[in-house]
Every structure is written in C-alpha cells, then in structure tokens.
C-alpha cells in the first residue's frame, strides 16, 4: 500500500505526522517543551510542499523549534500562572507576628501569627529576640519561620 518510495518522497507528510505526534506528546506531559517542535514540525511541512530540500526542511525545523522555545516559554509559563495565589505557609511571608517565647541566639522561639503558634529562628542567628517584639516573616525553612525583627526591617530599608 505505501511503499517507502512514497513515504520517503512525502515529507509534508512526514512532517505533519511529526507535528501531530508531538501535539499529542504535549497534550498527555503538559511539559511545554514538545509543543515548540510541534511548530517548527509545522513550519518544516509548510517548507517541503513548496519543494525546499530536505536539509533547508530539517534546519527550519530546528531553528523555529529553538526559537519558539527559548523566546515564548517564559512567557507561555507567566500566563498560566496567573491567578496563583500564594498558599499554606508561603502566603505568611511577609506578615508580622508577635514573639511568644524568646528567640535565642543560634535557637529558635516561638511566634504568634494570624492566631497560629510558630516555630521560629531569628534571620540573624545570633541575634536574640525577645518575648513581645513584632517581627516580620522573612521566609519559611522547613516548619520554622525565618524573622526578623520590624523595627530593623523597617531601618534596613
């Protein structure tokens, strides 16, 4: 039925095939990496119906596909991360809490945030801040809460 004479003098074809197969690569990995060469698939047959040699044909394939990837990636990524709020723990950075138990140098306390009791460390160990001071999140490593306090947060800026 379709000898290799027809498939190998066929390369819209081929090239459509290939596009179709990374389409659906794509659609089952969600990867945002087989979609690029899908287009350069694309523009690679637009090429070969109008008869360009096999080499031109695999060189715009590659060229649009690294194009696509490296230039529109970011930007595909930003737009479907938009309305991604922080959660858990992460939407705590920043907040200001109360210590509740003294933070020693080089130990942690506890820190009292949105009605919550927390672990927490000083951002600069060896500081030592005491029960009663305000302090702001400054980012969360494990299940402790990095803080400094708001009255130096306020001065370093």
Known sequence: MFGIEFIAGNW????????????????LTMGLTTIWF???????????????????????????????LYFTRPIVQRKLNVGVEKTNSDALIGKIGFVTKQIEA???GQVKLEGNEWTAIAENRELVI????????????GVKLVVTPAEQHTENK
Do not use: D, H
């Open 12 to 27: 819209p074809l081929i090239w459509v095939i290939v596009a179709i197969v990374l389409g659906i690569i794509e659609a």
């Open 38 to 68: 899908c287009g350069g698939a694309v523009v690679a047959a637009l090429v070969a119906m109008i008869g360009a040699p096999l080499g031109v044909q695999f060189a715009l394939f590659f060229i649009v596909s690294v194009v696509l």
């Open 106 to 108: 080089f130990s942690t």
């Open 130 to 141: 005491y029960q009663n001071t305000k302090v702001i999140v400054s980012r969360i490593e």
